[in-house]
């Protein structure tokens, strides 16, 4: 007889977002990603950190201070490194990720093709950058959508 409480593809990839989210040096917000094709085949995963070649330990993680001295000029995000990790076709993929795509991510997310977003967590709702998101899924036809999280807990022991 088949087993009965295996987990459902959501919860998969989002797991695999959340598990990515784990390698980021950020000490404030990590931002997992993972990117899914039609198939429910992983075509690529990304989580938030400086760019290739650029040392964590010389670049700023700080929040605040002079632009230069923060984090906010430097950081690719999770989506932004899960497109560019990919060297796959996007269209009509499903992006899995961990806190809801910024403005900046959102026209990259549109560019690549993918068509659905799910998302664990939308801490920065009402702000410009996520209406403005909000407002280019609308208009380009991807679908984004809460993740809806099931009943069971998973956890892993690093």
């Not at 009509?92 to 993918?114: H, M, R, W």
Request: net charge negative; aromatic share 10%.
């Amino acid at each position: 007889m088949k087993r009965t409480e295996y987990i459902g593809w959501d919860a998969y990839f989002m797991g695999i977002a959340l598990l990515s989210a784990q390698r980021s040096k950020d000490d404030h917000t990590q931002v997992g990603a993972c990117i899914v094709n039609a198939e429910h085949k992983i075509v690529s995963v990304g989580y938030n950190g400086m760019p290739t070649g650029c040392s964590d330990d010389e670049m700023p993680w700080e929040r605040e201070g002079a632009f230069l001295a923060t984090k906010y000029p430097f950081v690719c995000h999770a989506e932004l490194n899960a497109i560019l990790n990919s060297s796959a076709s996007l269209r009509d993929c499903t992006l899995y990720v961990t806190l809801f795509p910024c403005n900046e991510c959102a026209k990259a997310i549109i560019q690549s093709g993918i068509r659905r977003v799910v998302y664990l967590d939308n801490k920065y709702a009402g702000t410009d950058a996520i209406l403005a998101s909000e407002r280019m899924f609308q208009l380009s036809g991807v679908v984004y959508e809460a993740y809806q999280p099931s009943e069971k807990t998973i956890s892993l022991t690093l």
